[in-house]
């Protein structure tokens, strides 16, 4: 399992005398939120795109998100948006502007490749990897990072409207998994662009920068089920990101039915329960698993049955992915599969 995620921090701004002449001409008082975002990636959010961290909130060596909840790590400076697979990556998913604005930098040309694979300190000096900054007016500005070597679709100076291509979701730069690092910042201040404003360690208070449609589509989930689905034996991390797992179509012939289910955001103590049930909706097989030692950025889990003599039979079989957090339900997936000879 995955015990650290991390990513890029914030570009650093490339055209710092030029803001802070801009910052003069400004009237002094500015309404408190004067920007409006959209989604930066073309996805929908819990479906083909999620959440794995949040701005850190707390000052302190230790890490919050806006809602006091651990799905940020400690300095992290934006909100990561994750596809569910390489796969998904590779077949591109768009990165687009989250507000009117003009582009003020852009980087090309470094290679998708995990952090795991390549020299760190090379990596920490090109950490955002592939990337665009965005300025809007009265002093905020939009950065993405990470993205697809070659599909950086604009350059400096360059107007673009919200929702407008700017490149591909990629692997590049100080990340270990294909998302988008977004960081909003505010007179060269990253911001949290879901508690914009809020005193430092609230839970919840502040200003949420989305506009009304992604706010609801982006509603804190404590964890999120990132893959889900059936296979005819153990599934590994390698087969979910090349896409292998979710084209295998289990047959009443398979030597074994499995579910599995990988899921993100987990917290110590949580208790998960995978469960599969045949087409009457008997129990076939269900695994408990012992309460996480402590938080889990993903976590993979399977439950499954060897076939009856004679194999499957025909039917809808169902399985229930569910996470207790102290005692009360906090997660729940349920998913299914039809079997046929
Ligand atoms: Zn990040």
């Not at 701005?55 to 909100?79: I, K, N």
């Not at 430092?200 to 949420?208: A, I, L, N, Q």
């Not at 698993?289 to 049955?305: I, S």
């Amino acid at each position: 399992m995955v015990p650290h995620l991390y990513c890029g921090v914030a570009m650093r701004p490339h055209l710092p005398s030029l803001l802070a002449l801009a910052a003069l001409a400004w009237p002094a008082a500015v309404k408190a939120q004067d920007i409006s975002l959209r989604l930066p990636v073309a996805c929908e959010v819990g479906r083909s795109c999620f959440v794995q961290n949040y701005v850190d909130r707390d000052a302190s060596p230790a890490a919050g998100d806006y809602q006091c909840g651990t799905l940020t790590y400690d300095t992290h400076d934006g909100t990561d948006i994750r596809v569910p697979t390489m796969a998904a990556q590779k077949a591109g998913v768009d990165v687009v502007a989250a507000a009117d604005g003009t582009v003020v930098s852009t980087r090309e040309g470094v290679p998708d490749v995990s952090v795991r694979t390549i020299n760190r300190e090379e990596i920490m000096r090109i950490a955002c990897g592939n990337a665009v900054m965005v300025e809007h007016g009265n002093g905020w500005r939009t950065a993405y990072c990470h993205m697809a070597r070659g599909s950086v679709a604009v350059r400096s100076g360059r107007e673009v409207k919200a929702g407008e291509k700017i490149g591909q979701i990629g692997l590049s730069g100080l990340t270990e998994y294909p998302h988008l690092h977004f960081t909003v910042l505010k007179d060269n201040k990253p911001v949290d662009p879901f508690s914009y404003g809020a005193p430092e360690r609230s839970c919840g208070g502040g200003t949420s920068l989305w506009d009304p449609a992604t706010q609801r589509a982006l509603a804190y989930q404590a964890g999120s089920v990132l893959n889900k689905g059936f296979a005819t034996g153990p599934v590994t991390d390698e087969a979910i990101e090349s896409g292998a797992a979710e084209r295998e179509v289990p047959t009443t012939g398979a030597p074994a039915l499995v579910a599995y289910v990988r899921a993100i955001g987990l917290k110590g103590g949580d208790v998960q329960i995978l469960a599969l049930f045949d087409p009457d909706g008997n129990p076939l097989a269900q695994n408990k698993a012992q309460p996480l030692d402590r938080d889990k950025a993903q976590w993979m889990m399977f439950a499954g049955v060897r076939p009856p003599t004679g194999g499957f039979r025909p039917g809808l079989y169902r399985a229930l992915y569910r996470v207790e957090r102290e005692g009360k339900p906090a997660l729940e997936q349920a998913f299914g599969v039809n079997l046929r000879p």
